[in-house]
């Protein structure tokens, strides 16, 4: 017989005990397991299991890269933690906590987690590594600080005690509010929450193919936006672009910013997974809104236009004059309709569709 038993682990949680000496057999854990993880969390609020365990661990995480870009004088740092944080607590939430403190054995433990939600770990994954990737690599070949992070330390009053608390620790406390799509079904039993109606049927299996499809539109759409802007670089270095001018190839002519519609894309795709199995509480949604609201208004487009602004005022005034035009002809972040026709747009919608149609295909095969 197996049974949970407290445990005095310093983690917490719970221990498994057997009165068996044979190892449970491998037919029979998924059952188990999803009986004894769901006795652990019942009744407990979204606060305490969820949200308050996040903003713990993005704030240990955010303290530590606080340390390094104090040592290292670099507010970059936050930045590398960004998209590495959000994956590391959606793995821990999924796997670390139910192995370490619930005391469940790894196979058990992976055993629980259904398909949609292994697509949905294999989503963020793709997406926090491939900005991970990105960022970090871009930093180390630029051996200094980002430039809109040199202005910012610059500024009258800016100082690494004041960082922590008006840049650091905030981004942790949105953090934690952005992972909720991917922490909380892995943490937290709705016990009294109702879930928004779900699709059905055949319903159901074209909901999950537009959030398959949203995912991967945002994904193509931030891979093309960053490799776009390394070719025009280059092409300014080599004398191919004038310095005067900006970026406005490829899907830097959709709207002047998107990587950041891309990744706004790929946060909204998560939920609307969630709905299509069943599984959408409106406590999710908290994720994707809180993720456009950082996008829009604390840092992305606004954050970086105003940087932008700045730098070419003073040092490279026919560029600002460029930027300026640039600014009036293209939308920041959501595509005007005449960007239907644009090949760019067609091309980003048929990643998406293509994306749709190979987890589909996956899906049939592995079945």
Not at 42 to 71: E, N, Q, V
Request: glycine share 8%.
């Amino acid at each position: 017989m197996v049974h949970l038993a407290e445990t005095t682990n310093p983690w917490g949680g719970h221990t498994w005990v057997t009165d068996s000496p044979t190892p449970l057999p491998l037919d029979n854990n998924r059952s188990v397991c999803n009986k004894l993880f769901h006795s652990s969390l019942f009744d407990i609020g979204i606060f305490r299991d969820t949200l308050l365990p996040s903003l713990t661990l993005h704030s240990g995480l955010t303290l530590i890269a606080y340390g390094a870009g104090r040592l290292t004088d670099r507010l970059e740092t936050k930045d590398w933690l960004w998209p590495s944080g959000q994956v590391l607590n959606a793995w821990w939430s999924a796997l670390g906590k139910r192995v370490i403190c619930d005391g469940i054995p790894l196979r058990c433990a992976w055993a629980i987690i259904n398909r949609q939600e292994r697509l949905l770990l294999t989503g963020v994954t793709l997406w926090g590594s491939r900005l991970f990737w990105r960022i970090a690599s871009r930093s180390v070949k630029r051996g200094s600080d980002d430039p809109r992070y040199e202005a910012t330390k610059k500024q009258h009053g800016w100082s690494w005690n004041k960082a922590l608390f008006t840049t650091y620790l905030p981004e942790a406390v949105f953090q934690s509010l952005i992972t909720l799509p991917f922490t909380a079904p892995f943490r937290h039993l709705s016990g009294s929450d109702q879930p928004f109606v779900a699709p059905s049927g055949g319903c159901a299996a074209a909901a999950q193919a537009v959030a398959v499809g949203l995912f991967s539109m945002g994904f193509a759409l931030e891979v093309l936006a960053d490799w776009q802007l390394e070719k025009f670089k280059e092409k300014e270095k080599s004398g191919e672009e004038s310095h005067s001018s900006m970026c406005r190839e490829g899907v830097w002519s959709i709207v002047r910013h998107p990587n950041y519609l891309g990744d706004m894309l790929v946060h909204l795709s998560f939920p609307l997974l969630l709905w299509a199995n069943n599984a959408l509480l409106p406590i999710h949604l908290l994720g994707p809104l809180t993720n456009y609201i950082f996008l829009r208004y604390v840092s992305g487009d606004k954050e970086n236009e105003h940087c932008q602004a700045r730098r070419y005022s003073t040092e490279n005034v026919n560029k600002k004059i460029d930027f300026d035009k640039y600014r009036r002809e293209e939308n920041a972040f959501w595509p005007d309709k005449s960007q239907v026709s644009n090949k760019w747009t067609l091309i980003v919608v048929g990643a998406g569709v293509a994306g749709a149609l190979l987890e589909g295909l996956v899906t049939q095969v592995i079945a």
